[in-house]
């Protein structure tokens, strides 16, 4: 019985590992500054040479939106590409592709804008944002325009915070951002390198540029908890991107003379990690396979007028709502208040706290033992450490530091970065676009929600055509669902239709007259959608004949 049981194990993790797969996910970044499209081929901003399963690329400071969306729609109805959506608010543009092998196992489309300019009445800056089901995975893609110059580093961080915390989807498997499987931002955040111009210029120069990251306003913002916790960036390996005379590869040289920046980026942030990086960091509960043979009341603590609860979405770095913002900005300000001795006995009451929430236990000779959730290695935790704060504050470091790398190390296969780049021949504006390739772990899907019946029909000249739909895992049509006619290269069946019908819910099907036959030998294809799937689900060959 042991042994079957072993081989059915075996069978399983074989068949999940089969069943597992890896998507390439393109995105770019581009404040085109008020340009048009025709100056310059975006061709190479689409990461075609790379084989993309997933496009996204979002523009700033656009002139006339619909102008980059119809280039790109162009550009990738040439290679088996369909528009999943393209949201657009004001002067900035989110558009997402898919290959349409991936249509059936795409759903739950939804996007998302929030103005953020000129106290959120204006949407020269904010964010955009499109999200969707794809296999096993909730994806959501922001492109985002921040707040400018170098001294507005909060206001960014705050209008990172709004757009985190006010967009929210119909969908209830997510209805924030952050709990989405895969989070990607992107855009014209707007961080700067906080350090003398002269010094920057010089250090970009002499190819050390490298060297100024560590002045970096996003990174340092990250490090410190105000913004973009948890998001994760590839290794940058190329100069700053913004500001540029246009039409030149030269740093700016106006009138005001603006420091180079990293202005343009891409991060990632995955749920699970996050999940995971919280309950290591909270130390769990009572471990009852502690090797210590102590009790919580070995320690004695005094946990008066001690705040010792935690926004959980403050701790995972996303602020859901107005009040939770406030509760954060008021901890700062009462941290920011307190002196150096009221802020260690602060400390010496939460770390008292969180050790007999985590059963660490002082015994009578000074030392204890816990296994913590990293490794099987026991920690020595003394008395001394706790009567320190200092002392305890770095071993608490220490061990965590630990616990959050252990976690990090699982997730590496999770998405993992294969190109981070910019490209300096695109010179029409002050800044470069950036792109990001990710290699991205899904589930595969072994049934579409929906087919249709035949993978090909034959219409013939004279007769009608009708479209039949089989529906699984308990889909059904509705009557506000339609299938349209395209031709092959069709990117978005809402604009490249020829002819459209909609669905008889009770016999799903459509059926398309004689007279809707293009009367002449030609390939066509039937795209479905479903108003309950929010998106473009089935798709069939069509031969017309004569």
């Given at each position: 019985?042991?042994?079957?049981?072993t081989i059915?194990?075996?069978?399983?993790l074989?068949?999940t590992?089969?069943?597992a797969?890896?998507?390439?996910?393109?995105?770019?970044t581009?404040?085109v500054?008020?340009t048009?499209?025709?100056?310059?081929?975006?061709?190479?901003?689409?990461?075609?040479?790379?084989?993309?399963d997933?496009?996204?690329?979002?523009?700033?400071?656009?002139?006339?939106?619909?102008?980059?969306?119809?280039?790109?729609d162009?550009?990738?109805?040439k290679h088996?590409?369909?528009?999943?959506?393209?949201?657009?608010?004001?002067?900035?543009?989110?558009?997402?592709?898919?290959k349409?092998?991936?249509?059936?196992?795409?759903?739950?489309?939804?996007?998302?804008?929030?103005?953020t300019?000129?106290a959120?009445?204006?949407?020269?800056?904010?964010?955009?944002s499109?999200?969707?089901?794809?296999?096993?995975?909730?994806?959501?893609?922001?492109?985002s325009h921040?707040?400018?110059?170098?001294?507005?580093?909060?206001?960014?961080d705050?209008?990172y915070?709004?757009?985190?915390s006010e967009?929210?989807?119909?969908d209830p498997l997510?209805?924030?951002?952050?709990?989405?499987?895969?989070?990607?931002?992107?855009?014209?955040?707007?961080y700067r390198?906080?350090?003398y111009?002269?010094e920057?210029?010089?250090?970009?120069?002499n190819?050390?540029?490298?060297?100024?990251?560590?002045?970096?306003?996003?990174k340092n913002?990250?490090?410190?908890?105000?913004?973009f916790?948890?998001?994760?960036?590839?290794?940058?390996?190329?100069?700053p991107?913004?500001?540029f005379?246009?039409?030149?590869?030269?740093?700016d040289t106006?009138?005001k003379?603006?420091?180079?920046?990293w202005?343009?980026?891409?991060?990632w942030?995955?749920?699970?990690?996050?999940?995971?990086?919280v309950?290591?960091?909270?130390?769990?509960?009572?471990d009852?396979s502690?090797?210590?043979?102590t009790?919580s009341?070995d320690?004695?603590?005094?946990?008066?007028?001690?705040?010792?609860?935690e926004d959980?979405?403050?701790?995972?770095g996303?602020v859901?709502?107005?009040s939770s913002?406030r509760?954060?900005?008021?901890?700062?300000?009462n941290?920011?208040?307190?002196s150096?001795?009221?802020m260690?006995e602060?400390m010496?009451?939460?770390?008292?706290v969180?050790m007999k929430?985590?059963?660490?236990?002082?015994?009578?000779?000074?030392?204890a033992?816990?296994?913590?959730?990293?490794?099987n290695s026991p920690?020595k935790?003394h008395k001394?450490?706790?009567?320190?704060p200092e002392?305890?504050?770095?071993l608490?470091?220490?061990?965590?530091?630990?616990?959050?790398?252990?976690?990090?190390?699982?997730?590496?296969m999770?998405?993992?970065?294969l190109?981070?780049?910019?490209?300096?021949?695109?010179?029409?504006?002050?800044h470069?676009p950036v792109?990001?390739?990710?290699e991205?772990?899904?589930?595969?899907?072994l049934h579409p929600?929906?087919t249709?019946?035949?993978?090909?029909?034959?219409?013939?000249?004279?007769?009608?055509?009708?479209l039949?739909?089989?529906h699984?895992n308990?889909?059904?049509?509705?009557t506000?669902d339609?299938?349209a006619?395209?031709?092959?290269?069709?990117t978005?069946?809402?604009?490249?239709?020829?002819?459209?019908g909609?669905?008889?819910?009770?016999?799903?099907?459509?059926?398309?007259?004689?007279?809707d036959?293009p009367?002449?030998?030609?390939?066509?294809?039937?795209?479905?959608?479903?108003s309950r799937?929010?998106?473009w689900?089935?798709?069939t060959d069509?031969q017309?004949?004569?």
């Amino acid at each position: 019985m042991k042994l079957h049981g072993t081989i059915f194990v075996l069978i399983t993790l074989i068949f999940t590992i089969a069943m597992a797969t890896t998507l390439n996910v393109h995105v770019c970044t581009w404040n085109v500054g008020g340009t048009t499209p025709y100056h310059d081929d975006v061709t190479p901003l689409l990461g075609l040479e790379m084989d993309a399963d997933i496009i996204a690329i979002g523009f700033e400071e656009l002139k006339d939106p619909a102008d980059w969306a119809d280039e790109v729609d162009r550009i990738l109805s040439k290679h088996s590409y369909y528009r999943v959506k393209v949201t657009t608010m004001t002067l900035m543009q989110q558009c997402v592709y898919a290959k349409k092998i991936h249509l059936p196992f795409l759903s739950h489309v939804e996007s998302e804008y929030t103005k953020t300019g000129f106290a959120g009445a204006y949407g020269n800056k904010g964010g955009t944002s499109v999200r969707f089901r794809l296999y096993d995975k909730t994806v959501a893609l922001v492109n985002s325009h921040l707040a400018a110059h170098m001294e507005n580093v909060r206001q960014r961080d705050e209008e990172y915070w709004n757009i985190m915390s006010e967009q929210t989807f119909d969908d209830p498997l997510t209805e924030h951002l952050y709990q989405h499987d895969y989070l990607i931002w992107s855009g014209d955040l707007n961080y700067r390198i906080d350090y003398y111009n002269d010094e920057v210029r010089d250090s970009i120069e002499n190819g050390k540029y490298l060297s100024l990251l560590s002045y970096d306003q996003l990174k340092n913002e990250q490090q410190s908890g105000h913004a973009f916790i948890g998001f994760h960036e590839a290794d940058i390996t190329f100069p700053p991107t913004y500001k540029f005379d246009p039409e030149t590869d030269i740093y700016d040289t106006s009138e005001k003379n603006r420091t180079p920046a990293w202005c343009d980026r891409v991060l990632w942030r995955i749920r699970a990690e996050r999940e995971e990086i919280v309950k290591a960091l909270n130390w769990g509960g009572i471990d009852s396979s502690s090797s210590s043979s102590t009790s919580s009341s070995d320690v004695e603590t005094d946990t008066t007028d001690v705040d010792v609860s935690e926004d959980p979405d403050d701790v995972d770095g996303c602020v859901s709502s107005k009040s939770s913002r406030r509760k954060r900005k008021r901890r700062q300000h009462n941290k920011d208040d307190m002196s150096r001795d009221s802020m260690l006995e602060a400390m010496r009451k939460r770390t008292a706290v969180m050790m007999k929430k985590t059963a660490v236990y002082a015994s009578s000779t000074g030392n204890a033992l816990t296994r913590l959730a990293v490794g099987n290695s026991p920690i020595k935790i003394h008395k001394t450490d706790v009567a320190d704060p200092e002392r305890f504050k770095d071993l608490l470091d220490t061990i965590e530091r630990q616990k959050v790398e252990e976690v990090k190390h699982r997730f590496e296969m999770e998405v993992r970065p294969l190109r981070y780049k910019y490209y300096p021949e695109f010179q029409q504006s002050d800044h470069k676009p950036v792109s990001l390739l990710l290699e991205v772990s899904f589930g595969v899907m072994l049934h579409p929600h929906v087919t249709f019946t035949y993978q090909r029909y034959t219409w013939k000249r004279g007769q009608a055509l009708p479209l039949t739909l089989k529906h699984g895992n308990g889909t059904i049509a509705s009557t506000w669902d339609w299938i349209a006619l395209v031709e092959k290269d069709w990117t978005d069946p809402n604009k490249d239709y020829l002819k459209y019908g909609y669905v008889e819910g009770n016999k799903q099907r459509v059926i398309f007259k004689p007279d809707d036959h293009p009367g002449i030998p030609v390939s066509l294809q039937a795209v479905y959608y479903s108003s309950r799937m929010w998106s473009w689900s089935a798709v069939t060959d069509i031969q017309c004949t004569v």
